[in-house]
């Protein structure tokens, strides 16, 4: 049982660059998330998703885009990489209605030069 | 909006000896409450979560942690702590629906010998 699969691990870009982080799951969970954990200031949302097409905005999105084609599938892209996006980031899902335990990935740890 | 306060970004502690880390959220509608533990190098997974009824939750490894509705708190507890629990902890709030959920700043413990 996979869990929750995050790719890459590493990554470093350069400024201007994009990307995709991709996050899957195979646990046939509703809801998605994407958070970036940097020190001092814990994990902030950046954008969730409650089910296949539907996605919104968490506490910080701006320099992100995401889309739920799928179920399993839940990518996070970086279109115009800035180094104050150098972070970790996590994605985490869970079951059901109402969240009542976040599965999450092993990280991407992201550079940005 | 939610939000969630962890008045301690480091805790050092000596092994055996008690501990209390603390967390305040603020929220006006009902909340879930969750404490979620990251061990070094790892993802975050759940400790424990109150929902609804007993105030006081506990976990598997000796970990508590008590809702007080009128101070707006969730502070985790343990009475005698192990090498083993030196992690970062996170307190987590979202309201009872199916609804994202917010992460405080975390609280690293460090366990000394």
């Known amino acids: 049982n996979a869990g929750v699969t995050q790719t890459p691990k590493f990554q470093v870009l350069k400024t201007g660059q994009s990307m995709t982080l991709q996050c899957a799951q195979d646990m046939n969970h509703e809801y998605m998330s994407w958070y970036r954990q940097d020190p001092g200031m814990g994990l902030r949302l950046i954008h969730y998703?409650?089910?296949?097409?539907?996605?919104d905005q968490g506490e910080v999105p701006n320099g992100y885009n995401v889309s739920r084609s799928t179920t399993e599938d839940f990518p996070l892209r970086l279109l115009s990489a800035a180094p104050s996006q150098t972070s970790v980031y996590f994605c985490a899902s869970s079951a059901g209605r109402y969240n009542e335990k976040l599965f999450f990935g092993s990280g991407t740890q992201l550079s940005v030069l | 909006a939610q939000s969630v306060t962890q008045l301690d970004s480091q805790v050092p502690v000596f092994e055996e000896a008690p501990v209390e880390l603390r967390c305040n959220y603020s929220s006006s509608v009902s909340v879930y409450l969750f404490w979620y533990v990251q061990y070094p190098n790892q993802g975050l997974q759940l400790l424990l979560k109150?929902?609804?009824?007993?105030?006081l939750v506990e976990s598997i490894n000796g970990f508590e942690a008590e809702f007080n509705k009128s101070q707006t708190s969730f502070h985790l507890r343990k009475p005698s702590v192990h090498i083993s629990d030196t992690a970062e902890y996170f307190c987590a709030v979202k309201r009872a629906s199916y609804d994202k959920v917010i992460f405080g700043p975390g609280t690293s413990l460090s366990v000394i010998p």
């Open positions: 109150y929902l609804s009824g007993s105030t």
């Open positions: 998703s409650v089910g296949a097409g539907i996605t």
